[in-house]
């Protein structure tokens, strides 16, 4: 289940905020420019889907996408424990860092973490198959698929140079409950 958590950025012990109703997920999130929302497809492809035919099932979705965002490409990422440099891959994306274009991702199975940093908060948002994050660009940020990942999510860009993480070289990620 879809899952935000919200804590002071100087206390990690303090919730603020936790909610699993996609609905306040939304409306929280929207008050720092983040859109958060659910898809619910007639067709789910199968973990180990070919990237053509996650494309393919989703394609409507994704069409109506980027034609609001201007996004340009959509690929597939899949992260598992089988996934060529993980620990140095998990190293990267637990750093925070920030894009200059917009995040956009699309959870077609298992779950991952997004946690925002913003405005003396964090928020931790815990994304599941069937939710769509997106980060806007400049928002500081990492990302955690736990210790034995099991991940495929559709990424959408509109400049795939753009998505280049530049780290923050704050250490805040490290104060912060992992996944």
């Known amino acids: 289940m879809s899952r935000l958590t919200v804590y002071r950025d100087d206390d990690p012990e ?24 659910r898809w619910n497809s007639p067709v789910v492809p199968a973990p180990d889907a070919a990237p053509e035919l996650v494309l393919e ?11 609001v965002t201007g996004a340009g490409s959509a690929d597939v990422v ?5 996934t060529p ?9 637990l750093s925070e860092h920030i894009h200059s274009e917009d995040e956009v991702r699309f959870f077609v199975h298992g779950w991952g973490n997004f946690v925002l940093h913003v405005g003396g908060s964090v928020y931790d948002v815990h994304c599941v198959a069937g939710d769509l994050i997106s980060v806007p660009a400049g928002i500081p940020h990492w990302f955690d698929a736990g210790m034995e990942p099991d991940v495929v ?27």
């Open 57 to 67: 099932a989703y394609r409507p979705y994704l069409d109506e996408l980027m034609g």
């Open 78 to 82: 899949r992260i598992t424990t089988r």
């Open 153 to 179: 999510a559709l990424r959408v860009f509109t400049d795939k140079t753009g998505w280049i993480a530049q780290y923050t070289g704050d250490d805040i990620a490290q104060r912060f409950p992992a996944a």
């Open 85 to 93: 440099n993980l620990a140095e891959l998990r190293a990267k994306f």
């Open 14 to 37: 303090h919730i603020v905020l936790r909610t699993e109703s996609a609905p306040e997920i939304a409306d929280t999130l929207r008050g720092i420019g983040v859109r958060f929302e």
